[in-house]
């Protein structure tokens, strides 16, 4: 079979790397304080991220749905505002997003080839590996996963397709994306029955009005037939209820066909390129562990929100060594204790994402077992938490999550 080559393609090595735990996270205070969060949500480069997890992951993940930059040439930025008006896009707040810009394509496969070499070896024996791109590139990455896995290790080239706005007048407007799917072995996971869908009406017409329709051949209407090879689901933009204004956001149903299809309940799903954290925010609605990764502070932070609302599953916040969240301190007048009842300054709240409470702070690793969060639509978050147990004598913190990302850490002695 032919292989893909290029001057400064070299044999990929892990990197060495360590993986520092920030917080522990459990949403709406569900699990705490004595379960211990099996689930990762890590801020890093993935490439040092999955180096640092072979030890205890190599060959243990069964499903890795990856998302990587498309080879586009773009920078894309991230919406952070609030109550703007979705029809006046020169309205909105914009942050940095993830930048898709590349010199050249010896550069992009430079990022690629080594990341699919570490996800082939993350992947259990009956993994699966979904890689999600378009045409830009998806015909680079077929003959690194043909070079990686075997060519007869692909089990689908799915074509996602959907509607939307298009610039594009000098052609037809490019309205599809493709997932390569490549199973680490001959025996891997596929759940037929958890991904069938009901038969077009038509269908079930035709079929009832002739036992000669299908010549011969009379499909179980009521069961349902396996999705094609092609998909339609509306892309994030027409989802309003799951817009979070992260570039390039994937809609669940994409997520939950691929996740019901390719693993089973307990089973370990990763995304190693996260972004909103669909795929372990579906997975863990799914009762599916996660392990989810992102370079960019704004993916996590988009990520860890989401989970704190869409699920009471806890789960670790841990950061790439060399990395670091940067904090600037609350002033103490902009927090009030009475007893059991914790308040911050009103004029902090249209500033915040979400705050968060560690009732009792050992100073290493953070603790959230309340979170305030502000509403998905309009609304004002909370400025009050009362206290889980008492804190006397305990030191308590607190870490205030700016719109923008930026965070602001209150600690005293209760």
């Known amino acids: 079979m032919p292989v893909l080559s290029w001057d400064s393609k070299t044999t990929p090595q892990p990197v060495s790397a360590s993986l520092q735990l920030d917080a522990k996270v459990f949403p709406q205070g569900s699990g705490y304080p004595h379960e211990a969060p099996e689930n990762q949500l890590i801020l890093g480069d993935n490439l040092a991220v999955m180096s640092a997890l072979l030890p205890d992951y190599e060959e243990k993940i069964e499903l890795i749905y990856a998302d990587p930059p498309f080879f586009t040439n773009r920078r894309y930025p991230a919406r952070v505002g609030r109550d703007e008006d979705s029809r006046k896009p020169e309205q909105w707040q914009l942050a940095d997003g993830y930048p898709d810009h590349w010199e050249n394509i010896e550069a992009y496969l430079n990022m690629l080839y080594p990341r699919l070499q570490l996800m082939h070896r993350l992947l259990a024996p009956q993994g699966t590996l979904y890689l999600h791109l378009d045409w830009h590139a998806d015909h680079y990455a077929r003959l690194l996963l043909d070079e990686i896995f075997s060519p007869d290790r692909l089990l689908n080239e799915i074509i996602w397709v959907y509607h939307g706005p298009s610039p594009i007048r000098t052609a037809f407007n490019r309205k599809h994306d493709t997932i390569l799917v490549y199973t680490k072995s001959k025996e891997y996971t596929f759940n037929v029955d958890a991904v069938r869908e009901p038969y077009n009406p038509s269908t079930v017409k035709t079929f009832s009005s002739s036992p ?54 307990g089973d370990l799903v990763a995304d190693f390129f996260c972004g909103s954290g669909t795929t372990s925010l579906v997975a863990a609605k799914l009762e599916r562990r996660f392990i989810a990764a992102d370079l960019s502070w704004r993916a996590i932070h988009t990520a860890r929100t989401r989970h704190v609302i869409g699920s009471p599953v806890p789960f ?99």
């Open 212 to 265: 000669k329709a299908g010549f011969g051949k009379v499909p179980d209407l009521e069961r349902g037939k396996v999705p094609e090879d092609w998909w339609y689901f509306p892309v994030v933009a027409r989802l309003h209820s799951e817009r979070t204004g992260y570039p390039t956001q994937k809609p669940e149903a994409l997520l939950e066909r691929i996740i019901l299809a390719s693993s089973n309940p």
């Open 316 to 414: 670790n916040l841990l950061v790439e060594s060399g990395l670091t969240i940067q904090r600037s301190s609350a002033q103490p007048e902009d927090v009030h204790q009475k007893e059991n009842l914790l308040t911050i300054d009103p004029h902090l709240q249209p500033e915040l994402d979400y705050w968060e409470l560690d009732p009792d702070w050992d100073e290493k690793v953070f603790c959230s077992a309340m979170q305030a969060v502000r509403p998905k639509k309009k609304g004002t978050i909370a400025g009050e938490l009362n206290l889980p147990q008492p804190t006397k004598g305990k030191k308590i913190a607190l870490r205030l999550v700016k719109i923008d990302g930026e965070q602001i850490q209150y600690s005293r002695t209760g």
